[in-house]
């Protein structure tokens, strides 16, 4: 691709922003208490394969997808949800993305992919951030919270990893959404049962939804669209602008600081990152 039209800036744009909405309208429900992380969880996900069933054709989605990565897909939404009743919206965001791409790199590596002196310098630059991040102090993140986001990134990172080289990406989506929301219904009853959320408030309930249907079912089937014109490094590049997006939306919507540490952090993070993604593969030996 010689150039990047506006048209796919455009989109990807739109992508990145669905993406980073997913963090800002899950601290909105779980900050302000309009709705709890189960609720939210549940109607995030059942909302989200109703949209991409629509998109994909409900056949399409109960023939796509797998249990394992519906699994996964579970697992990071409620984890998400449960870690943003105390994260910051910038934080949440940086630290899941920073597990994902870590995850995903870190599997390579397990899988004997020998990696090139670029990319161990990226992965300790973000190892460092992440720890700078997490150090007691003031402006540390709360450690339960923190440790969640993180099983929540492992999650995707998984779920991604499994759904490298689909053919038919949006139609393996809803089939993972359909069977994640099977999951989540499964396990309501005895989730209620001890957990004892508050009734959602309206507010709260559009958050889920929107997250759900729109920044998840939409986003994901846009994000998909803008990838068959991206190439690997300038998917990888937009990416980046995700925790930013985010952080943007906390202090927009939330009134959160941004501190001096969770500048720092993120600087560390995303070059990192981009320095240990956006390279070429050393070949194996």
Do not use: C, H
């Not at 002196?117 to 919270?145: D, N, S």
């Not at 998909?224 to 300038?234: E, K, M």
């Amino acid at each position: 691709m010689t150039a990047f039209p506006l048209r796919l800036f455009l989109v990807t744009a739109l992508a990145m922003t669905a993406f980073a909405a997913n963090s800002v309208l899950a601290r909105l429900a779980m900050a302000t208490g309009e709705a709890g992380p189960w609720t939210f969880t549940l109607l995030r996900i059942v909302s989200g394969a109703v949209v991409l069933g629509v998109i994909a054709s409900p056949v399409r989605a109960i023939q796509s997808g797998s249990w394992a990565s519906g699994l996964a897909l579970f697992v990071y939404a409620a984890a998400f949800s449960i870690a943003y009743l105390t994260l910051a919206t910038g934080t949440g965001a940086l630290i899941l993305f920073a597990l994902v791409q870590i995850t995903m790199i870190g599997w390579g590596l397990a899988s004997g992919e020998r990696l090139s002196a670029q990319r161990w310098v990226g992965l300790t630059l973000a190892f460092a951030g992440l720890i700078w991040l997490l150090l007691p102090g003031l402006e540390a993140p709360p450690l339960q919270g923190a440790a969640l986001m993180a099983i929540a990134g492992v999650a995707w990172g998984v779920y991604s990893l499994r759904g490298r080289g689909q053919s038919q990406p949006t139609a393996q989506t809803a089939g993972n959404f359909l069977r994640a929301g099977v999951i989540v219904l499964a396990l309501s009853v005895p989730a209620f049962l001890i957990i004892d959320e508050a009734t959602p408030s309206w507010p709260g309930i559009g958050y889920a939804l929107a997250s759900g249907a729109v920044t998840s079912g939409l986003g994901y089937a846009i994000w998909y669209a803008a990838l068959r014109d991206l190439s690997a490094s300038l998917a990888g590049i937009a990416q980046l602008t995700v925790p930013a997006i985010a952080a943007v939306g906390g202090v927009v919507f939330l009134s959160e600081p941004l501190t001096v540490r969770f500048l720092l952090a993120t600087a560390l993070i995303l070059s990192g990152v981009a320095l240990a993604s956006l390279v070429r593969r050393k070949p194996q030996q």
